[in-house]
C-alpha cells in the first residue's frame, strides 16, 4: 500500500502560485489597487490553509504589504 501524501494539495498550490503572480504583477503596473485586492483575498483565505501553506501565504503577504508600503511613498512624494 502506497502512503498517501496528506500535505499535497494542488489546488491550495495553485491559489497561491496566481495570488503570487498577481502579486509580481501588480508590482510590475506598480498598482496599489491590485496589491490592495491581493492583499484582501489573501488575508481571507489564510484560514482554510495547512501549516506549511500559510508559511507560503506569509511571504506572498510580506511582499504585498512592502509593495503598498514602497509606492504608497513613492505617490506620497
Same mark, same amino acid.
Given at each position: 500500500?502506497?502512503?498517501?501524501?496528506?500535505?499535497?494539495?494542488?489546488?491550495?498550490?495553485?491559489?497561491?502560485?496566481?495570488?503570487?503572480?498577481?502579486?509580481?504583477?501588480?508590482?510590475?503596473?506598480?498598482? $496599489?489597487?491590485? $496589491?490592495?485586492?491581493?492583499?484582501?483575498? $489573501?488575508?481571507?483565505?489564510?484560514? =482554510?490553509?495547512?501549516?506549511?501553506?500559510?508559511?507560503?501565504?506569509?511571504?506572498?503577504?510580506?511582499?504585498?504589504?512592502?509593495?503598498?508600503?514602497?509606492?504608497?511613498? =513613492?505617490?506620497? =512624494?
Amino acid at each position: 500500500m502506497n502512503a498517501v501524501d496528506i500535505t499535497a494539495r494542488p489546488g491550495q498550490a495553485f491559489i497561491l502560485e496566481c495570488l503570487e503572480d498577481a502579486t509580481t504583477a501588480a508590482l510590475n503596473a506598480r498598482s $496599489l489597487a491590485m $496589491l490592495a485586492f491581493v492583499r484582501r483575498g $489573501l488575508q481571507s483565505y489564510q484560514q =482554510r490553509l495547512n501549516d506549511a501553506e500559510k508559511v507560503r501565504a506569509a511571504a506572498i503577504l510580506a511582499r504585498v504589504e512592502a509593495g503598498l508600503r514602497w509606492l504608497g511613498d =513613492r505617490h506620497a =512624494r
